[in-house]
C-alpha cells in the first residue's frame, strides 16, 4: 500500500469512526430520556446503537483501546502524514480530556448505557 492509498484510508476510517461516535452519542441522549422499549427494535437505529455499543465493547475487552484509533493512527503513520496524535479519537478533538477519562470512563459509559438499553428494551 502507497502512501497516498493509506492517507486516503485514514480519512475514511475517521469518517466512520465519527459516525460511530455521533451514533453513540445520540444513543445514548435516546438511552437518558428513555426512548427504547421492545417496539424501537422494530427501528433499523435500534440495532445500529446496538451494534455500535458492542463493538466499541468488543474493541475494548480484545484490544485495550479502540480498533478504530489503532487503525487510523497507523494508516496515518504508514502514510508519513505529519497529522499524526496521541491518545484517543476523542481526544485528538478535546485535548484537555483526562486519560483516565478516555481510556477507563467513556467504555464504562457505554458498558452502563448498553446495560441501561437492554432494561429498557426488555423490561416488562
Known amino acids: 500500500m502507497d502512501a497516498a492509498q493509506a492517507a486516503w484510508l485514514a480519512k475514511l476510517v475517521a469518517i466512520a469512526h465519527a459516525t460511530l461516535v455521533g451514533v453513540t452519542m445520540y444513543g445514548v ?40 484509533t489503532r487503525w487510523e493512527k497507523e494508516l496515518l503513520e504508514l502514510a508519513g502524514s505529519p497529522h499524526t496524535y496521541t491518545g484517543t479519537f476523542l481526544q485528538r478533538f478535546i485535548p484537555d480530556l483526562p486519560d483516565s477519562v478516555a481510556h477507563t470512563g467513556i467504555p464504562l459509559i457505554v458498558l452502563a448505557i448498553f446495560i441501561g438499553l437492554l432494561l429498557q428494551i426488555f423490561r416488562r
Open 29 to 68: 441522549v435516546g438511552v437518558l430520556l428513555g426512548r427504547f422499549s421492545r417496539a424501537s427494535l422494530k427501528r433499523p437505529f435500534a440495532w445500529i446503537f446496538i451494534g455500535a455499543c458492542v463493538l466499541q465493547l468488543s474493541s475494548y475487552a480484545l484490544f485495550s483501546e479502540c480498533l478504530l
